[in-house]
């Protein structure tokens, strides 16, 4: 092959182009423990405060711990199903009970469960569907906070 006499310009990955920072508080509640170190580092990455946890009633008392004070969490981010706990399909309603306009991000790879693709009928404000890359992750979020 002959060798190419241009020059080539660097440029910037599609995914770091489109990454979204911000700031707030965000609570993340998934079953497996990579994904939550995971989503932690890159949504720290990004410029927000994290905490994970591994079961719905862990993310509702910590949620509700927090709730109206300077520690209290801007958006939740929550597994829809934890076979062996509380998932977000039954996390969501007692976070509702708590404060009615929280922002919600349902997150699951079952796209064809109802909750997916109705998620606002059941209380979340936006849909991850499992499984996403950072630059959906950090849209999504940003979209919810700002």
């Known amino acids: 092959l002959p060798a190419f006499a241009g020059t080539v310009k660097a440029t910037v990955p599609a995914d770091d182009a489109e990454m979204k920072k911000g700031q707030g508080r965000i609570l993340v509640m998934d079953d497996e423990p990579l994904l939550c170190g995971f989503l932690a580092k ?24 927090t709730w109206g004070t300077k520690e209290s969490f801007d958006a939740v981010i929550l597994d829809l199903t934890v076979p062996a706990g509380k998932g977000g399909r039954e996390a969501i309603k007692e976070l509702l009970k708590i404060n009615p306009r929280i922002k919600a991000v349902v997150s699951s790879g079952y796209a064809n469960d109802p909750v997916m693709s109705n998620f606002k009928e059941h209380g979340f404000s936006a849909v991850l569907s499992k499984p996403y890359n950072t630059q959906e992750l950090s849209q999504v979020v940003h979209r919810l906070l700002f």
Not at 57 to 63: C, H, I, K, P, S
Request: charged share 25%; aromatic share 8%.
């Open 42 to 65: 890159v949504l720290t990455r990004l410029g927000y405060t994290v905490e994970t946890t591994a079961d719905g009633a862990l993310a509702v008392a910590r949620y509700r711990e």
